[in-house]
């Protein structure tokens, strides 16, 4: 599998991001990836649930069904996919920063099937890490105080 790891500072404290992040019906408001989420309720997942997300990511439009594989709130969350395309795991890492806030870490490891496969440690890693930087900075600004 290919790995991406983004990290932010967000101003916001661990249990709110942690309950946004996780929370599958906010991801069309953060992530480009995600089209829609079907299956859910407005909270976050716990451990053994599952969301359809309809994605659209490198040049490819499929749904992906995930399962939240671990689930310690607010420090961890984990999903795992495996569609005909590929698969993927998201890792989420929370830590409250020192005066507030928290530094919150996103790893996507995936692997694609087929002729997508040659593409992955180039191409398809380039695409899904720049989309994952602008995911970062949509979470910043939704989590950033109003004034």
Not at 18 to 42: I, K, L, Y
Not at 60 to 88: I, K, N
């Amino acid at each position: 599998m290919q790995r991406i790891i983004h990290t932010i500072d967000l101003a916001a404290p661990p249990e709110a991001v942690f309950d946004f992040v996780t929370n599958p019906a906010q991801w069309v408001r953060w992530h480009p990836a995600t089209h829609s989420v079907r299956g859910v309720e407005d909270r976050p997942l716990k451990l053994g649930e599952t969301v359809i997300e309809h994605i659209r990511a490198a040049h490819r439009e499929f749904d992906a069904t995930w399962t939240v594989v671990a689930c310690e709130p607010p420090v961890l969350w984990q999903l795992e996919t495996s569609t005909p395309l590929g698969a993927s795991v998201l890792t989420y890492r929370l830590e409250e920063k020192p005066g507030g806030g928290t530094w919150f870490q996103r790893t996507c490891d995936f692997r694609s099937e087929g002729v997508w496969k040659l593409l992955d440690s180039n191409v398809t890693k380039w695409m899904l890490a720049a989309q994952a930087k602008n995911a970062l900075a949509n979470l910043r600004r939704e989590l950033s105080p109003r004034a």
